[in-house]
C-alpha cells in the first residue's frame, strides 16, 4: 500500500519503520508509573500516545476516577439545589447534591457544602479564578519517590517529625482530619526529611506536597 503524509509518500505498512517496542519494559515502566500492576490496555496507551497518559495517571492520582461523574457535571460543575448520581460500583449509586459555595480564604480556597446520600458533607477546594493573587502550594511529583504528597484533602492535626529528622519505614509523619475522621500519614521508606512543609492547623488539598525526602 502507497501512504502519504505531508504531502510525502512511502510504500509499505504504516509504522513500519518505526522501532520495536519492548513490551517487558513498557509494562514494567507503566506499572511504576500507576502503581499497579500494568494492564495491557494501559500499556498499549503508553507506548501510543505516552505524555498524554503520563498526564492522565497524574491527573487520576489527584483526583481518583473521574470517569463515573456525568459530563456536564464534570465539564461545568453542578448547581446549587441540582442533584447528581453517580454509580461507583454495580448496584451502588451516590446521590450528591450541592448546596452553597462559601467565600474564598486567603489560601484561594472555598469551602463547598454539599449533601452526600441526604448527610450533609462540606469540603475544601481550590479556587482557579484566584490563581493570578494567591500563592499556591506545590504539588508532590507521582514520580518521585522523595516527595511525600497528603492523600486526600483536609486539615493538618499533628506533626510527629521536623526537617533533619530521619524516619524509618512505617514511622509515624503526621496526622489529618477530613470529614470528622482523622487519618495517619506513615513514611513508607527510611530517610532523612530534607522539608517538612506543613504545621498543625494547615489545611492541604489532595496531593499537596506536605515533606520531602534528602537525595540519598
Same mark, same amino acid.
Given at each position: ?7 510525502? $509518500?512511502?510504500?509499505?505498512?504504516? %509504522? ?5 517496542a ?7 515502566e507503566?506499572? $511504576?508509573l ?10 498499549? $496507551? ?13 491527573h487520576?492520582?489527584t ?7 456525568p ?5 461545568? %460543575? ?9 454509580? +461507583?460500583?454495580? %448496584?451502588?449509586?451516590l446521590? +450528591? ?9 486567603e ?26 493573587? /494567591? ?7 507521582? %514520580?518521585?519517590?522523595?516527595? /511525600? ?45 530534607s ?22
Open positions: 500500500s502507497r501512504v502519504y503524509r505531508n504531502h510525502l $509518500s512511502f510504500d509499505g505498512r504504516p %509504522g513500519v519503520t518505526l522501532p520495536q519492548n513490551m517487558e519494559e513498557a509494562t514494567t507503566v506499572t $511504576s500507576v502503581g499497579h500492576e500494568a494492564t495491557p490496555r494501559e500499556v498499549s $496507551s503508553w507506548l501510543l500516545y505516552s505524555r498524554v497518559f503520563e498526564d492522565f495517571v497524574k487520576r492520582a483526583y481518583v476516577d473521574v470517569a463515573v461523574l459530563t456536564p457535571a464534570l465539564l461545568e %460543575g453542578p448547581k446549587a439545589g441540582e442533584e447528581l448520581f453517580v454509580d +461507583i460500583e454495580p %448496584g451502588k449509586t446521590v +450528591i447534591r450541592l448546596l452553597t459555595v462559601g467565600e474564598a480564604h489560601d484561594g480556597t472555598r469551602t463547598v457544602f454539599f449533601e452526600l446520600n441526604g448527610q450533609p458533607r462540606s469540603v475544601s477546594v481550590i479556587d482557579r479564578t484566584l490563581e493570578g493573587t /494567591i500563592q499556591q502550594r506545590p504539588k508532590a511529583d507521582v %514520580g518521585n519517590p522523595r516527595d /511525600i504528597g497528603a492523600p486526600m484533602p483536609g486539615l493538618i492535626v499533628t506533626v510527629a517529625v521536623k526537617p533533619g529528622e530521619v524516619v524509618k519505614k512505617g514511622d509515624k509523619l503526621l496526622s489529618l482530619e477530613a470529614m470528622k475522621m482523622e487519618t495517619t500519614v506513615y513514611a513508607e521508606q527510611d530517610g532523612t526529611l522539608e517538612v512543609l506543613v504545621s498543625p492547623g494547615s489545611p492541604v488539598e489532595a496531593g499537596e506536597l506536605i515533606a520531602r525526602y534528602a537525595d540519598n
